[in-house]
């Protein structure tokens, strides 16, 4: 089991940056992929960015490609998205989610999730 705490999320205003944080809490899980997916208003959940155990692979959706960065610290057990040039339709609850195995873009391939952060990005 694999329990996720997300934090950092917040309103802002567009071009401001913010960072979200993803605590994972588990004594037995290793070797387990993060990601970070979004939830906008009305919307479908989507893909935002994931990353392997060992950051060899990352993948972003395009939307987000050049603006935000995800990265991890295993020693922390915490995944990070950096979020760069924030635009209003960036504005959602970013929830964070992890598996174990590679790192995938599908939100069926993760089994772990965490309750979410609020982003909002004003005009």
């Known amino acids: 089991q694999v329990q996720l705490v997300e934090s950092g999320g917040g309103l802002v205003q567009a071009g401001d940056s913010l960072r979200l944080s993803c605590a994972a809490s588990?004594?037995?899980?290793?070797?387990?992929?993060m990601a970070w997916f979004r939830q906008a208003p009305g919307k479908e959940r989507e893909f935002v960015a994931a990353?392997?155990?060992?950051?060899?692979?990352?993948y972003y959706a395009d939307s987000v490609k050049g603006r935000f960065t995800i990265s991890r610290d295993n020693t922390k057990k915490t995944s990070y998205l950096q979020m760069n040039s924030l635009r209003p339709d960036d504005t959602g609850i970013y929830y964070c989610?992890?598996?174990?195995?590679?790192?995938?873009?599908?939100?069926?391939?993760?089994?772990?999730w965490g309750q979410g952060t609020q982003v909002t990005v004003s005009a």
């Open positions: 989610a992890a598996r174990v195995g590679p790192a995938v873009t599908a939100i069926r391939g993760y089994d772990f």
């Open positions: 990353i392997s155990w060992s950051a060899d692979k990352i």
């Open positions: 588990t004594r037995v899980v290793t070797n387990y992929a």
